[in-house]
Structures are given as C-alpha cells and as structure tokens.
C-alpha cells in the first residue's frame, strides 16, 4: 500500500467511529452546561430558557450530541449541527474578530467542518444508524 492510495484498513471506519463518539461527548458537554447546568458555564451564561436562541442551541447540542454519540440518524442530525455551529460562529464570534483565535470560535469552526463531514462520511463503525439498517435487511455501508 502506497501513502497515497486510500487505507483499505478495517480500522478506517472505526477511527472514525471514535472520533465520532469522543467528539460528540465534548460537544455534548456544550449542551449540558447551557441546559442542565453541568459543568458550570462561565458568569455571563444567562439562564436556561428554551425560547431564546442561546436555549434552543443548547437543546440542539444536548440532543444532537447524544444522537451523534450513539449514531443515531447520524447524516440529518450532522447537518443540522453544522448549520448550527455555522450561525454561532458568525453571529457570536465573528463580530468580535475574523480571526478565530482571536474570537475564541475555533471550537465552532472545527464543530462546523466536522459535522459537515459526518454529513457525507456517515458515522463510521459502531452506529445505531447501521444496527437499524441491518434490522431493516439494507446491506452494509449503504447509510
């Protein structure tokens, strides 16, 4: 095998399987800071309230980030938190300075691409999202 060609290696898609499940942990966390309170944000994080948008994000990357975990309707769930993080970066950070290490939105940005390509890749190894389609009789690697 050449360093050029792609890796047919099984561990392929279970790399991506962990990365999916240990970037959807920290991204997790996001949420339960905003709803749940754990860990404790910083001093300025207002209150929990659903029907503000700071709210409705959190609830997106609590439940996205427990759907991304398990790969769970991983492709839709994906781009929805892209988008997310995309309106986070320019609404919130990108105001402040274009230069992410300046605005403190790389984690946004890296959240964004990430997601955009779990949007295409799917989830790799270890998805509820393969469990269901062997269920359903789809062969392997089909969603």
Known sequence: MSIFEPSRSPWTGRMLGIFRIVAGLMFLSFGTMKVLGYPPGPPE???FDPM???????????IGGIAIVLGL???????VLAGEMAVAYW???????IHPAVNNGTPAVLYCFFFLYL???GGGSWTLDALLAR????PAGTG
């Open 91 to 97: 609404q919130f950070h990108a105001p402040l300075s």
């Open 73 to 79: 309707f991983t492709r839709p769930v994906s781009f």
């Open 135 to 138: 269920r359903r009789g789809a």
């Open 52 to 62: 503000t948008q700071v709210g409705f994000g959190g609830l997106l990357e609590l």
């Open 119 to 121: 949007t295409f890749a």
């Open 45 to 47: 994080m207002p209150p």
